[in-house]
């Protein structure tokens, strides 16, 4: 089931894959990416016990599409702040599901990517997988992922790598809690199965009520007026001059002149 760039299916053990479906474009998310996950959300039923999350192709998610950023980008601000919502809200979403979530990442995890998978429960890296959060790169911010950002590495990690844009490897990731396990490629797909049997042999509301009580000490348990605020401001830095700088630069392949 799906809608094409989110493809999902349950077994019958309760477990529900779901797969980012745009390898052609490294699984970058888009409108019909974000509303792909909401539909995946939507659709988990209660028999679901656990969420397991991966991206086709040789990426598991490359952040945004920057083509389509700077389409909305060159839309009203109302659109803008309404595309930035749906993003966080996916994320934020995924944070709070009731059920644990285990992420699959190789290749590529940039930018949103790396909310997405500070937003799951259990993240596993291909020993190729490669971070970065590079948003301001562009002239743009991470502001809607901060908050998963910083429950998974802490507010100092999140200084540097959000601020440095800089690219670092599994191993680093895992060295900061970006991830969990480090595992040889061939061998991802069996990590995940193990780790999602051990999560099986486990009582499903005492895991739910476990994963909802860690939730209540966390960075991403945020007030409505300060999810509003991170939206706002996400939708705007999208609009102003150091973003169509930015994001010209990524078009035209040439250095930022800030």
């Known amino acids: 089931m799906g809608n094409e760039t989110v493809l999902w299916n349950v077994d019958a053990r309760g477990v529900a894959t779901v797969t980012l479906n745009r390898p052609e474009v490294n ?6 990416l974000i509303q792909g ?9 209660s028999g679901v016990r656990v969420v397991l999350l991966q991206g086709a192709g040789r990426h598991f998610q490359a ?5 389509w950023i700077r389409a909305v980008a060159a839309q009203s601000g109302e659109e803008n702040e309404r595309a930035s919502r749906a993003t966080a809200l996916a994320v934020h979403r995924l944070n709070e599901l009731p059920v644990p979530t285990v992420a699959l990442v190789q290749g590529g995890c940039f930018g949103g990517g790396t909310g997405i998978v500070a937003a799951c429960d259990v993240v596993i890296a291909a020993e190729d997988a490669m971070f970065s959060i590079a948003e301001t790169r562009w002239g743009l911010t991470a ?34 809690g970006l991830v969990h396990e480090v595992v040889p490629l061939v061998e991802l797909q069996a990590a995940g199965e193990k780790t999602v049997s051990q999560l099986l042999q486990n009582a ?16 991403g348990k ?8 991170l939206v706002v401001q996400h939708a705007a830095k999208r609009r102003s001059r150091e973003a169509v700088e930015g994001l010209a630069s990524f078009a035209e392949k040439r250095p930022a002149r800030w």
């Open 143 to 176: 502001a809607i992922i901060l908050p998963q950002l910083a429950d998974a590495i802490g507010a100092r990690q999140v200084r540097r790598y959000a601020l440095t844009g800089e690219r670092f490897d599994a191993r680093e990731a895992r060295r900061i």
């Open 63 to 67: 952040g945004a599409d920057l083509k």
């Open 222 to 229: 945020i007030e409505q007026p300060v999810f509003d605020r």
């Open 37 to 45: 996950l909401h539909d995946a959300m939507d659709a988990l039923g």
């Open 27 to 32: 699984n970058a998310y888009d409108a019909a």
């Open 204 to 219: 499903p509301e005492a895991n739910s009520q476990t994963k909802a009580a860690a939730l209540e000490f966390s960075h």
